[in-house]
């Protein structure tokens, strides 16, 4: 028997939908499905509630990446491996498709697939550790209309000071997302890398730094203007002027099952409408 938590996109009623047909399935061949308390009240009573601690195996995701993201943050600490079921657009991160997700539960609980490392992003502030990250951790002005001044250490050594709307620390996964937008490189996500991007710099070098990813680098806040601090999209507190951020690869990787159907160049090539010519 496995311990499975399942996460549903709760905004769409086919997620939800799936998610208790999910559930049902793996409680029918003996699984303890764990639900956290805002997925009981989309999937319903009857199953396993989890705390930070519970013991699990698998986490199931069903929706989109920013599911699939939701999912992971629960599924690291808890030394689990990740399985995306895509209800979204063409993504990145779910592996399996609506109409096979029943084959590919089976084929994992067969044992009939593999485990891709994705490398995540650490970080911690004057207050503490923050969550690992497996986009991006970003520190951003607060203020529309102003620019922040960041100051940036690399491995012990004084680098530069970037005046800039933010400046962001990805990893290869998260190269895709806000990275790419700030035009930053893209990076396969097999890789382990750091990836520093400033946003909109006031500078002529704007270029990206694609760093090792056990590389520290060191962010503190200059000038007379806060920063915030946000993981994957999610908000993690402030920095306040003099105060650092210091940032780094994560010791533990997010484990993803894949049954090798799909193809990070050709979903690259479909996201960004390539052709053959």
Same mark, same amino acid.
């Given at each position: 028997?496995?311990?499975?938590?399942?996460?549903?996109?709760?905004?769409?009623?086919?997620?939800?939908?799936?998610?208790?047909?999910?559930?049902?399935?793996?409680?029918?061949?003996?699984?303890?499905?764990?639900?956290?308390?805002?997925?009981?009240? #989309?999937?319903?009573?009857?199953?396993?509630?989890? /705390? /930070?601690?519970?013991?699990?195996?698998?986490?199931?995701?069903?929706?989109?990446?920013?599911?699939? #993201?939701? $999912? *992971?943050?629960?599924?690291?600490?808890?030394?689990? @491996?990740?399985?995306?079921?895509?209800?979204?657009?063409?993504?990145?991160?779910?592996?399996?498709?609506?109409?096979?997700?029943?084959?590919? %539960?089976?084929?994992?609980?067969?044992?009939?697939?593999? #485990?891709?490392?994705?490398?995540?992003?650490? &970080?911690?502030?004057?207050?503490?550790?923050? =969550?690992?990250?497996?986009?991006?951790?970003?520190?951003?002005?607060?203020?529309?209309?102003? *620019?922040?001044? #960041?100051?940036?250490?690399?491995?012990?050594?004084?680098?530069?000071?970037?005046?800039?709307?933010? %400046?962001?620390?990805? +990893? =290869?996964?998260? &190269? +895709?997302?806000? &990275? %790419?937008?700030?035009?930053?490189?893209?990076?396969?996500?097999?890789?382990?890398?750091?990836?520093? +991007?400033?946003?909109?710099?006031?500078?002529?070098?704007?270029? &990206?730094?694609?760093?090792?990813?056990?590389?520290?680098?060191?962010?503190?806040?200059?000038? @007379?203007?806060?920063?915030?601090?946000?993981?994957?999209?999610?908000?993690?507190?402030?920095? $306040?002027?003099?105060? *650092?951020?210091?940032?780094?690869?994560?010791?533990?990787?997010?484990?993803?099952?894949?049954?090798?159907?799909?193809?990070?160049?050709?979903? %690259?090539?479909?996201?960004?409408?390539?052709?053959?010519?």
């Amino acid at each position: 028997m496995s311990a499975v938590g399942l996460f549903v996109h709760g905004g769409r009623d086919d997620a939800i939908a799936l998610g208790r047909t999910v559930a049902a399935w793996l409680t029918e061949r003996g699984h303890l499905v764990v639900l956290d308390p805002s997925e009981s009240d #989309l999937v319903g009573g009857g199953h396993a509630l989890a /705390d /930070d601690h519970t013991d699990l195996d698998l986490v199931v995701a069903i929706g989109g990446d920013g599911t699939v #993201l939701r $999912a *992971t943050r629960r599924a690291v600490p808890a030394d689990a @491996d990740v399985l995306g079921i895509n209800l979204g657009e063409l993504g990145y991160l779910a592996e399996v498709e609506p109409d096979a997700w029943e084959a590919g %539960l089976g084929a994992y609980f067969s044992g009939a697939h593999r #485990l891709e490392e994705r490398m995540l992003v650490a &970080s911690r502030t004057p207050a503490g550790e923050l =969550p690992a990250g497996l986009n991006e951790v970003v520190i951003e002005k607060q203020a529309l209309g102003r *620019t922040i001044r #960041l100051g940036v250490s690399i491995d012990g050594g004084y680098f530069t000071s970037y005046v800039a709307d933010g %400046l962001i620390l990805a +990893t =290869p996964t998260g &190269s +895709t997302a806000y &990275s %790419l937008s700030a035009r930053g490189p893209i990076v396969a996500p097999s890789h382990r890398a750091l990836v520093m +991007t400033p946003v909109s710099p006031h500078t002529l070098f704007d270029r &990206s730094l694609i760093l090792e990813p056990t590389s520290v680098v060191e962010v503190t806040v200059l000038g @007379d203007r806060d920063a915030a601090v946000s993981i994957d999209g999610q908000e993690h507190g402030r920095l $306040a002027v003099g105060e *650092t951020i210091s940032i780094t690869g994560a010791p533990d990787p997010a484990r993803f099952a894949t049954f090798g159907g799909r193809n990070f160049h050709q979903i %690259l090539k479909a996201k960004f409408g390539l052709s053959d010519r």
